[in-house]
Structures are given as structure tokens and as C-alpha cells.
């Protein structure tokens, strides 16, 4: 009886005494180690923020792109009572086949493709051979690295080359399986709750069909992440860029940014421009998850994501329709390479539309690079579709520069408004070492002289509009004929940089370039020769040295237009949030006032206003009616590998034509300009011809069909 | 007894009493037997005849109380008897409203049926909430009366007259679990009738339907329905999901979602049914108008009710529904008749 109820309080203590061990001494720890199974914090993607055109129609948005992956703690674990079965082994093979692995090479080689970049080459190998299948190498060319092959002999330098398992043909599923069992290995040391990726860029209507697999495979997640489209595609292609991996090279930079290696940036355009803004912070979560693995409830605060501001820009979709539409037509017709148009509002600087072409469809760097058709298509097109030649092209800006010659002769004083000058014909500079052989002289001519024609003596107004050369020959370098003392190098360089050359805009794009203004130093340094009067002469007709990109002479047109203020170009006129409150409001940048008398500009406009409204204007095809237009014309010849001609050293087509490139700059209304225009067209010869149509179409459709009268 | 036991006990005095009572009983009935009683018999009889007539009235009455309580034990024996076959053909009348009730539903299906008769379906019973394995409050799985020797077999199709329930996801002998539309792992691909958008339709941890990645740029309203679409063909097309009750759309995020009210009330589940084939490249009208003059129903059912203590006692219900393909009856309607009493 004793024994019993001794037996009883013992049994009682060894009881209570475990429970003490579980719950008091040991509690904590359990807790912990059911809190890791059932709580898990996740991170909520912040999408990056969208573009919209000023009128709100969406230009770039986000779209989901698809990756397979597996959860090594959702997987089955092998059941020591059936060796024979590999359970894990099978769950990958069959999310494998539902991907059709198995049946598509394609989908074999990039599964392959993954497995070989998240292993590395030494456990791509191993994880095959340990399990009997055959590897093949290749060898690759290794880094090169001075090596002193003999103590006689310098270090030269050798490449060291190495393996590596072929990749390029399709393996087994079972193979497969094993590649990705050893991944889900590696991963399973570190975190067993973090997805490996076994397949990405899957298109999104597969997705949504594996998707319905899901419910029976309770390892595999179909993980969207955002990838970029481009509504628009090639019409906005060099406006707002494209994004891709941080490259190496920058790698340390944006590190100190506070970005992830993983994460894409923008490389080009507005992308790359706004990047830090459009990028959005991702928020966390915690999220309690029941015995299958299925969030059942959120707990505790959300940290919610940062959204990305969005980008409202001052271009207009309709316009910008328009001159993409119009420029391609004109380079159709042309036979021409590229070419450029842009509008901008002259009175603040806002880009209203801006079209470089040939264009490409950013929409191929959303998707991967590698066997990607029409990223190669675009590498291999000799025309460099990727480079935008409205900042990154610099050109001869011909008879367009006359707009700053003119200006600057009538600020200088070297003309007044009255002042004449004659044209009768060719004039000619002596040969400094033959002053007395004409036949040594340097001929220059006007292009009416072709024609048969010339123009008499003429004053600015009437140069501009007639776009006499002799005219700016001689106010730009002189005339020692007549004793006349031109404007001369340093004072062209001057004004031309006041107007805005030689220096980037700075317009919100990247890849700008400040193209050239020629003065008497850089061509002493760059060809050890001396300033010449026609050097000047071909200067002041924006030939020669000069340099300039279409967007240097837009702002060129638009410092004319509004009588004197240069503006910095925008393409963004708001940052805005997801609710589209303003962040960020559009303030026109003021580059600079020209210092002038009052009535300078009056006078390079009037020119202008001739030149398309005068009976003997060079741009009247380009009036519209009801709008006074004011513009100038430019027909700048180039010489280049492809034109040049061996028998006559030069690029001279048997009627003695050089081949030219078309501008053509306009301005309107005439009283109060609202858009500044100018078109540029590679090879596309008189400017008259193969620009103005196009300008005219641009302004017809601002005027008529945008802001209708 | 006890007035005994405090005398001495003669075992002579009782031991010879009853010798000689028995003795004399002998002898008496000897007597009787060989005749020489009768005189004596008569004479007693003639003296006692009208006291034994009046006692014989007493005992009648006696033996007709007793047998009264007899009786009344009977009788209370037979009304429970009668009691409980009234409660077995309430309960009958019960399961036979229920039985109408199903035909309704079946009624239902059968025009569902006769829209889509490229659908080979098997009516199955809802038995059980599948509740064990969850943590949730969510119903999210049921179990049906129908398993492997039926013939239903993981990822078949579950539906009722009013769209898509969800699909197989366990198999026994012969029950299986069914994942409701409304589980979190379940996805189903599905496409918004009137602006052709399509999408996955799948449920959320919070218990909504949700159907997600709706292309960005592209608009559709609240209130139209939502179908399954049969990507992947998984699915039968056309079947309805249910309805956009909200739309979530913000330029910024990457597809757009829309909320979806069911067209299957998932609490009031009763009858389901296993699509256990279909063709899945059939085009079939995703609007389901059902026109009542083309429902002509063609199958026969028969329910008999026997009670055995009615003789000749066969009360028969018969429920005649028309239409038996492509349905099979056997299953759904000889349920609720074997649970009878």
C-alpha cells in the first residue's frame, strides 16, 4: 500500500518536472523554433513609378515577367523507410516536366543555363559526374597575364585559358533533376525558406497555365517580378531608354547608393536620367504561415513599400506621333541614314516632342539579351539605332548657324541694320604665299551663283532671308577687298557659345555631347596650323570646324524666338506620386539673357520672318495658313568615307555637289512664338526640300489639330 | 417463519402431516377417476352452485381487470409502436422532401447538362468539411462521396448548376477532398466575358477571390462575369466563377486585379458534381440562357418506402424525373433512401 502511493507521488513529480523542462527551461527556445516555422518575413516589391505624356496618357508602365522557383523546405524530405524512392528527387522532376523541361530543349538549355550560373562551373560538374552523367568541356580563352616565359626574354602576354562544362546541348531531365537537387542543397545550408529559380522570363500566358499546378506542388512558386513596357514602343524609344543590369564597371557606385546588384537600373533615356526617383523602396511584411506553408494572416505592422514617383513629361503623344511619322517618311523618300526632330517651347524651354531615328523597340532590353532577335537586330544595324542623334550627333549646322553670325555682327557692330554688303559674284582670298596667282586664290561662293543668280547689295534682314553666303562670309571673316573687318574667330566663338554651343544644354537626358566650337587656339592645337580668314568664312556659314547637334540648334532657334533667353531643354515637367499629387513642379531653367541693344533680335527675327513670307524667301514652301512662321533654312555639306570621290580628292559628284545634310529651324507664331522646331536629316540634301515638309507637318498639327485657333 | 424458528423443530409432526395429505389426496383422486366420486360431486355442486355462480361473476370480474392492465400494457406497447412508425414516416416525408429538393437541384443540372454536353458529369454528395488539416477559418476544402472506385481522379473539375467549385485534390477509395476556388493555393485561369481579359482567378490568405495579372491598359467594369477560360486545358471553358464586385487598378503596379464575388454560394454546398471528362477544345455558349422548352427530362427515379407492419402495406413515393443523360442518377438519389428507416 505504501509502495503504491510512494509509486504514485513519484510518477507525479517526474510529471510536473518535464513540464517545468518544456515549458519554463526549454520555452523559449521552442518558441523561437515554432515562430521560425510559422512567422516569416517577406519583402513587398515597390513598383518603380510610371511615364505619362503631359495629357496623362501613359508611356512606360509595368508588366509582370515570370520565374519558377522551389522552396528546399517545401519540398518532400526522402523517407529513410523507402530508399528506393527519391521523393525530393521526383517533386523536382515532375515541377520539372510541367515546365516542359523534358520535352523542350529550349527550356532544357536554360534551365541548364541557371543551374550552371547559380552553381558555378567547379559544382555545375561535380553535381553531374557524382551522379554518373558524362560532362563535357570546353575550353575557353582565360584572362591574359604578363608572364616571363624565359629570363632572356620581356614578359609577354598570355592568355591563360580554361574549361568549362559545355553547356550548349540539352540535358536529361534526370540530369536536370540533379543540377537542381544540388542547388536546393547549397541553398538549403543557408536559408531553407529562400526560393532557388530554376526558370525565368517565362512568357505570362504559361505562367497563368503552370500556375493552376501550384495547388499540388506545394514547393514551386510562380514569382511575377516587374519588368518595364514601352506602350510605344520605337516612337519614345531615345526619350525615355531602357533598363538592364547595373553594369560591372558601376557596380561600386551604385552600392554606395544603396541599391542591390540584383536590381535593374536604367541605362539610357529618362531611365537612366531619374532612376534614383522612379525607384521605389521595398516595404516588409510578416506574415504567419500555417502547417502547409500558406500565409494565412499578416502580422503585426506592414513597413509598406516606398512607390517610385511617376514622370509626367512636357512631350505631347500626338505630336510626337506626328514627328516620328513625318522624319521616317522624309528619310523614306531621302534614301537618307538618320535624322532628328525636335519642338520645344520657347518661351520656358519644355520639349514638346523628340524624334531620332532610326529608332528601336526598347521593349527587347526588358526581355533577356542573350538569343534575344531583336536586340541582335538592333546591334548589327550599321545606322546605330541606339544612339540618339538629337544630343549625341554633332553636324555642320550649315546656314542654320547664320542665325548667330547675324546676331552677333549687329551686337558687335560690325553691321548695323542698314548696312549693305554687295554680292556680285564668287569672291575670292588671295594665297598668302601667291598673293598676285589668282589661280592659287580661295574661291567661295554663294549657292545662288549656281543658279546663275546674285543677289546685289543686301542688308542682314535680307541675307538671313536669302541666306546670301557672301554676305556672311564677309561680316564673319572680313573682306580685305573692301576693307570691310569682319566679326573674326574669337567673336563667333563667342556668340556661338552664348547661344549655347560647344557645351551640353543640359537637357534630363544622359549622353549629351557639347560638339564643337573652332577657335584659332584649338586649331593650333589639334592640326599645328594657324587661324585662317577662311576658316572664318566657312565658320560664319556653319561649315567647316563648326559643330553642332540638332538640339544646340534648337535652342539656338528658341533663344531667337523669344528675343533672347536661352533655356535649358526639359523633357519632364512633373514628378508626381501614385495618387498623382505634384512632387516635383516644372520651373523653366534660364541658361542665360544675351547681353544686347534692344532691337538686335528684332532684326535676326524679321530675317527669319522673310525668309518664309517674302516673295524670294528660301523657306516659303513652309507658311501655313492662318500662322505667321518664321524660319531658316540650312543645307550643310559634308564630306565622308562613303561620298568621297578619289577622282576629284573630295566628296564632288560629277556636277561638283557635295552631298549635304538637311536642316531646317522654324519658330511660330511670329509675334509670340509657342514652338520652336528644328529637323535635321542626315545625307537628305536641301534642307529646303527634305526638312521644311516635315517641320510643316509638325506645326500644322500643333496649330490645327492640338491647339486649334 | 420467524414464530418457527423460535420453537423447537418435530421433524415427525410436519414429515407425517404431509405423508397423510398426500395419502388422502391419492385417495380421492382415485376415487374420482374410478367414478365413485360423482354422487358426492353432484350434491356439493347442487349446494354450492348459486355461491359458485356468484363467485364465477367475481372472478370474471377479477380476471377482467386483470386482463384490463394487460391490455393497457398493449396498448402503450402498440402506441409506441405506432409512435415510432409515424416518427420513421415523418422522417420519410422528410427525406422525401429532401429527395424533391434534390431532384430540384438535379433539375438544375440537367439543364446546366444539356448546355454542355461535352461534359461527362457524376453527381456527387456533399459529405464532410475537410477542416482537419486547416488553421483557418476559411472553408477551403470539402470531402464528396464519390472517390477511386467512381473513378474521380486528381485535378477533375467540381461544379454545380451555378459554375465552378473547384477541383479534386485528394483521392480515397471512396471519398475525395474537393479545393474550393476560394483556397489560397488554388488558381484557376479565367477570362472576364464582355472585355475578353483574361487572368488567374485564385484565393487569398484574407478569404477574397481574386482575379490577378489583368494586363495594365486595358478596361473592364464592375459586374461582369468572370469564366473560366480553359487555358491549359485543365479546365472546361466557359464555366462561370462568378462576378467583379471591385477593380483595383494604379498605373503603377504591374497587371491589374478584380475583385470576384462567387456565383457559387460555397456555404450552402449541397449537390456537386465531377466533371470526369470533357473536351477541352469544345466552344460552347459561355452565357448560360436556359431555355425551359428545350429541358425536357428523361430519366425515371423511383423511391419505395416499405413499412412492414402495414399489410399490405407498400406506401410508394415515386418522384419521376425525366433526363438521365448525361447525369448519372444512382448515386446522388439512392442516398437519402438507404438512410431511411
Redesign the interface.
Same mark, same amino acid.
Given at each position: 500500500m505504501v509502495v503504491f502511493r510512494l509509486g504514485l507521488v513519484i510518477a507525479f513529480c517526474v510529471i510536473v518536472g518535464r513540464l517545468f523542462q518544456l515549458q519554463v527551461i526549454r520555452g523559449a527556445d521552442f518558441q523561437t523554433k515554432s515562430s521560425g516555422n510559422r512567422l516569416k518575413t517577406l519583402e513587398v516589391v515597390a513598383?518603380?513609378?510610371?511615364v505619362y505624356d503631359r495629357n496623362g496618357t501613359?508611356l512606360a508602365?509595368?508588366?509582370?515577367s515570370f520565374e519558377i522557383a522551389l522552396v528546399p523546405e517545401d519540398l518532400p524530405e526522402d523517407k529513410p523507410e523507402t530508399p528506393d524512392i527519391d521523393e525530393e528527387g521526383d517533386e523536382i522532376a515532375r515541377v520539372l516536366s510541367l515546365v516542359h523541361a523534358d520535352t523542350d530543349p529550349k527550356i532544357a538549355l536554360r534551365v541548364a543555363e541557371i543551374m550552371f550560373r547559380t552553381l558555378g562551373r567547379f559544382d555545375y560538374a561535380k553535381a553531374l559526374t557524382t551522379a554518373g552523367f558524362k560532362v563535357d568541356f570546353v575550353t575557353v580563352p582565360g584572362e591574359e597575364k604578363e608572364i616571363i616565359m624565359a629570363t632572356d626574354l620581356p614578359a609577354a602576354p598570355v592568355s591563360m585559358p580554361f574549361t568549362v562544362p559545355d553547356i550548349s546541348t540539352p540535358l536529361p531531365l534526370p540530369a536536370l533533376v540533379q543540377l537542381v537537387k544540388f542547388a536546393i542543397d547549397f541553398k538549403r545550408q543557408g536559408s531553407a525558406s529562400e526560393a532557388v529559380s530554376i526558370l525565368d522570363s517565362i512568357e505570362?500566358?504559361k #505562367? $497563368? %497555365?503552370f500556375?493552376? %499546378?501550384?495547388?499540388?506542388m506545394?514547393a514551386m512558386r510562380i514569382n511575377?517580378s516587374?519588368?518595364r513596357?514601352y506602350?510605344y514602343a520605337n516612337m519614345f524609344s531615345h526619350v525615355l531608354g531602357f533598363m538592364g543590369p547595373i553594369p560591372a564597371e558601376q557596380a561600386d557606385q551604385y552600392t554606395k547608393r544603396g541599391y542591390n546588384l540584383n536590381e535593374k537600373v536604367g541605362l539610357s533615356g529618362l531611365e537612366y536620367s531619374y532612376q534614383d526617383q522612379m525607384r521605389g523602396l521595398p516595404g516588409y511584411k510578416t506574415?504567419e504561415r500555417?502547417?502547409?506553408g500558406? %500565409?494565412?494572416?499578416?502580422i503585426g505592422q506592414v513597413q509598406e513599400p516606398i $512607390?517610385?514617383s511617376?514622370l509626367v513629361l512636357n512631350i505631347d503623344l500626338r505630336l510626337q506621333r506626328v514627328m516620328s511619322d513625318a522624319l521616317q517618311s522624309a528619310i523614306v523618300q531621302q534614301k537618307a541614314r538618320w535624322g532628328v526632330t525636335i519642338a520645344m517651347n520657347p518661351q520656358n524651354g519644355a520639349i514638346l516632342g523628340l524624334v531620332s531615328q532610326p529608332s528601336f523597340d526598347n521593349n527587347v532590353f526588358a526581355e533577356r539579351l542573350t538569343e534575344n532577335e531583336g536586340y541582335q537586330q538592333i546591334q548589327n544595324d550599321k545606322r546605330r539605332p541606339l544612339l540618339n542623334y538629337a544630343i549625341g550627333g554633332q553636324y555642320p549646322p550649315g546656314s542654320t548657324f547664320k542665325m548667330v553670325i547675324s546676331t552677333a555682327a549687329l551686337a558687335e557692330g560690325v553691321v548695323g541694320p542698314d548696312t549693305t554688303i554687295m554680292d556680285a559674284g564668287p569672291i575670292y582670298l588671295v594665297n598668302q604665299f601667291f598673293p598676285n596667282d589668282l589661280s592659287q586664290a580661295q574661291k567661295f561662293v554663294s549657292w545662288n551663283h549656281r543658279y546663275g543668280i546674285v543677289h546685289g547689295p543686301i542688308n542682314v534682314v535680307q541675307a538671313l532671308s536669302l541666306s546670301n553666303d557672301i554676305f556672311f562670309y564677309e561680316v564673319g571673316g572680313g573682306y580685305p577687298v573692301t576693307k570691310f573687318r569682319g566679326l573674326g574667330s574669337a567673336a563667333m566663338a563667342k556668340w556661338a557659345e552664348l547661344f549655347g554651343y560647344g557645351a551640353p544644354t543640359g537637357i534630363d537626358l544622359p549622353g549629351e555631347i557639347g560638339a564643337l566650337v573652332p577657335t584659332a587656339q584649338w586649331k593650333r592645337q589639334r592640326y599645328a596650323e594657324s587661324w585662317t580668314t577662311g576658316d572664318s568664312y566657312n565658320m560664319a556659314i556653319g561649315q567647316g570646324y563648326m559643330l553642332a547637334t540638332p538640339l544646340q540648334v534648337l535652342v539656338n532657334t528658341a533663344t531667337v524666338a523669344n528675343g533672347g533667353t536661352v533655356y535649358q531643354p526639359q523633357i519632364v515637367y512633373q514628378l508626381t506620386d #501614385?495618387q498623382g499629387h505634384v512632387q516635383r513642379d516644372f520651373t523653366p531653367k534660364v541658361v542665360r539673357q544675351l547681353p544686347l541693344q534692344p532691337g538686335v533680335m528684332d532684326l535676326v527675327r524679321k530675317g527669319m520672318w522673310e525668309a518664309v513670307n517674302a516673295p524670294d524667301g528660301t523657306a516659303i514652301t513652309s507658311k501655313i495658313d492662318g500662322i505667321e512662321v518664321a524660319g531658316k533654312t540650312g543645307t550643310a555639306e559634308f564630306c565622308d568615307k562613303e561620298h568621297y570621290n578619289p577622282k576629284k580628292l573630295d566628296c564632288l559628284d560629277d556636277k561638283d555637289f557635295r552631298p549635304s545634310h538637311a536642316w531646317y529651324v522654324a519658330f511660330a507664331p511670329y509675334e509670340n512664338p509657342e514652338i520652336a522646331v528644328v529637323t535635321f536629316v542626315f545625307d537628305g540634301g536641301e534642307g529646303s526640300l527634305t526638312a521644311i515638309p516635315v517641320t510643316k507637318k509638325i506645326l500644322e498639327t500643333y496649330f490645327k489639330e492640338i491647339h486649334p485657333r | 417463519m420467524r414464530n418457527l424458528e423460535k420453537r423447537p423443530r418435530r421433524v415427525d409432526d410436519l414429515g407425517i402431516r404431509i405423508v397423510i395429505l398426500a395419502l388422502a389426496a391419492l385417495l380421492l383422486m382415485a376415487l374420482q377417476l374410478t367414478g365413485h366420486l360423482r354422487p358426492l360431486q353432484s350434491a356439493i355442486t347442487l349446494l354450492t352452485s348459486p355461491a359458485q355462480l356468484s363467485a364465477t361473476g367475481i372472478t370474471e370480474n377479477i380476471t377482467n381487470v386483470i386482463d384490463y392492465f394487460a391490455e393497457l400494457r398493449n396498448l402503450r406497447q402498440r402506441n409506441a409502436e405506432l409512435e415510432q412508425l409515424n416518427s420513421s414516416l415523418l422522417a420519410e416525408k422528410l427525406s422525401l422532401r429532401e429527395v424533391e429538393h434534390e431532384n430540384e437541384l438535379l433539375r438544375e443540372f440537367f439543364k446546366f447538362a444539356k448546355n454542355r454536353p461535352g461534359l461527362e458529369l457524376r453527381g456527387a454528395q456533399l459529405i464532410g468539411l475537410a477542416i482537419g &488539416?486547416? *488553421?483557418?477559418n476559411f472553408l477551403r476544402r470539402i470531402i464528396i462521396d464519390l472517390g477511386q472506385i467512381h473513378g474521380v481522379k486528381?485535378?477533375m473539375p467540381v461544379i454545380t448548376d451555378q459554375g465552378l467549385v473547384g477541383?479534386i =485534390?485528394e483521392v480515397n477509395d471512396s471519398i475525395s477532398k474537393v479545393?474550393l476556388l476560394t &483556397?489560397?493555393? *488554388?488558381?484557376?485561369?479565367a477570362v472576364l466575358q464582355k472585355s475578353r481579359l483574361?487572368?488567374?482567378v485564385?484565393g487569398t490568405? =484574407?478569404g477574397d477571390l481574386i482575379m490577378d /495579372?489583368i494586363?495594365?491598359?486595358v478596361k473592364f467594369s464592375v459586374g461582369e462575369a468572370v469564366l473560366t477560360s480553359g487555358?491549359?486545358g485543365?479546365?472546361p471553358k466557359g464555366l462561370p466563377i462568378g462576378e467583379v464586385i471591385e477593380i483595383r487598378r494604379?498605373?503603377? &503596379? /504591374? *497587371?491589374q486585379q478584380a475583385v470576384v464575388r462567387p456565383t457559387v454560394d460555397f456555404k450552402r454546398l449541397e449537390l456537386v458534381a465531377v466533371v470526369t471528362n470533357f473536351n477541352p477544345v469544345e466552344e460552347v455558349p459561355e452565357l448560360l440562357v436556359i431555355n425551359p422548352q428545350t429541358s425536357t427530362i428523361t430519366a425515371t427515379n423511383t423511391i419505395s418506402v416499405t413499412d412492414p407492419s402495414l399489410n399490405p402495406g407498400q406506401v410508394t413515393a415515386t418522384h419521376v424525373i425525366t433526363n438521365v443523360d448525361p447525369l448519372d442518377l444512382a448515386a446522388p438519389l439512392t442516398t437519402p433512401v438507404e438512410s431511411a428507416p
Open positions: 513598383p518603380r513609378g510610371v501613359i508602365r509595368n508588366k509582370p505570362r500566358i #505562367a $497563368l %497555365e500556375s493552376e %499546378e501550384s495547388y499540388h506545394p511575377p516587374p519588368i513596357q506602350v506574415v500555417d502547417i502547409l500558406r %500565409e494565412v494572416r499578416t $512607390l517610385g511617376n #501614385a | &488539416d486547416e *488553421s483557418t486528381v485535378g477541383r =485534390s479545393l &483556397d489560397a493555393t *488554388s488558381a484557376v485561369n483574361n487572368g488567374v485564385r490568405a =484574407s /495579372f494586363d495594365q491598359g487555358l491549359g485543365r479546365f494604379r498605373d503603377i &503596379d /504591374f *497587371s
